[in-house]
């Protein structure tokens, strides 16, 4: 039913680092993209990194090398370890994975607060 759980969110002061997991309850997930988004109250959902299936990695802007995302084919899970952690990276962060031909899932989302 639930085919991606995140886990890892929680509140942090500014600078301080957390590392989400994304686990997989999928049979072929070697086969997805993964990826992690992020939507902050009142914005859109936005990218934060994806992973290939060839590992093949892709971040969004607002990384600025801060941000590292992994996979573990063997685990079936897909990692985020985010340093230092700014006030606008304040958001729910959501697993996401997608295979050809058109078939996706998104985790429920794990809530990543940062004070100011």
């Known amino acids: 039913q639930v085919q991606f759980v995140e886990s890892g969110g929680g509140l942090v002061q500014p600078g301080e680092s957390l590392r989400l997991s994304c686990e997989a309850s999928i049979p072929d997930f070697r086969l997805f993209r993964m990826g992690w988004y992020r939507q902050a109250p009142g914005k859109q959902r936005e990218l934060v990194a994806t992973?290939?299936?060839?590992?093949?990695?892709d971040y969004g802007h607002s990384a600025e090398g801060r941000f590292t995302i992994s996979r573990d084919n063997h685990k079936d899970t897909v990692a985020l370890q985010m340093s230092g952690l700014k006030p606008e990276d304040t958001a729910v962060y959501y697993c996401?994975?997608?295979?050809?031909?058109?078939?996706?899932?998104w985790g429920q989302g794990t809530q990543v607060t940062v004070s100011s």
């Open positions: 992973i290939s299936i060839n590992g093949n990695i």
């Open positions: 996401y994975g997608n295979r050809w031909p058109g078939l996706d899932y």
